[in-house]
């Protein structure tokens, strides 16, 4: 739950509401790495997140008290698929989402990205994404804004038993046509390290950090309409066999700007086809 979410309960507390996302859970850089698939190779995973607040953080970071409780959930699905040893294509697409606060809620699916990663060096991959809106603004359910480009560049470094995987990278969304809200262009970072009990077990912590600039509303400036949000993460996963694993990630909102405070868990299950 993010932006849209958070300034629906600011508006109640005298506030302007202007945009959609609902979910604190980023279909598109939370938990993915550096790694691309050899040619031909062909995996998937499908995600599960649920997500609380009680919260919500203003245009100047003060956290107040919700009237009722927000409540999301996501089923995220992603298929990656090796072009060539170097370069994978990959698509994202939320098949569900949904969120509550009192008598408020919505369901329908999210926002697909298309993309491809490509491994410049051992130690530095780009990825480059669209965002196709399929998710109703109006409705929260989508991202912020209406189609968008999504440019990153990602590292991962192993030291056994520690891996480092980080990444940062830009957004910009146009204008939605249906809430013509066009948010700012956005950064953000993901870095985490992950260290190996065993060959099947490993555990990480890691941080996120989104920041997205003043946005425009039918054309106009909106002045304090920007968001950010930090959030701590703690997680693991387990290699079932060669094919199948099983991960599990707890998030929270350490601090933000024109963001709900949320605690997310999100499970996921990932399966190689070849």
């Known amino acids: 739950m993010r932006k849209g979410i958070a300034l629906a309960a600011l508006c109640m507390l005298g506030a302007l509401a202007f945009s959609s996302t609902v979910m604190a859970y980023d279909d598109l850089y939370t938990d993915d790495t550096a790694a691309v698939k050899a040619a031909g190779g062909l995996c998937g995973s499908i995600g599960l997140t649920y997500s609380t607040a009680s919260k919500v953080f203003d245009a100047e970071s003060k956290s107040f008290d919700l009237t009722d409780n927000m409540t999301g959930m996501r089923l995220p699905i992603r298929v990656n698929y090796g072009v060539m040893d170097n370069l994978t294509v990959f698509g994202v697409l939320p098949v569900f989402t949904k969120w509550d606060q009192g008598s408020a809620g919505e369901t329908g699916i999210g926002d697909i990205w298309l993309g491809a990663k490509y491994m410049l060096m051992p130690a530095l991959t780009l990825r480059g994404a669209l965002d196709l809106p399929t998710g109703d603004d109006k409705k929260g359910l989508g991202n912020d804004g209406g189609f968008g480009v999504d440019v990153a560049a990602m590292s991962s470094y192993k030291m056994d038993p520690i891996t480092l995987n980080g990444q940062v990278g830009i957004r910009y969304n146009a204008e939605d046509s249906d809430t013509k809200w066009a948010p700012g262009l956005g950064i953000y970072l993901d870095a985490e390290g992950v260290y190996s009990f065993t ?76």
């Open 199 to 274: 060959e099947a077990v490993c555990g990480k912590v890691g941080i996120e950090f989104m920041s997205v600039a003043d946005g425009k509303a039918d054309g106009t400036k909106i002045s304090k309409s920007g968001d950010n949000y930090l959030d701590l993460k703690v997680g693991g996963a387990y290699m079932m066999n060669e094919k199948c694993s099983l991960g599990a990630d707890l998030f929270y909102t350490l601090a933000g700007k024109n963001t709900t405070q949320d605690l997310t868990i999100l499970v996921k299950l990932g399966y190689a086809v070849q």
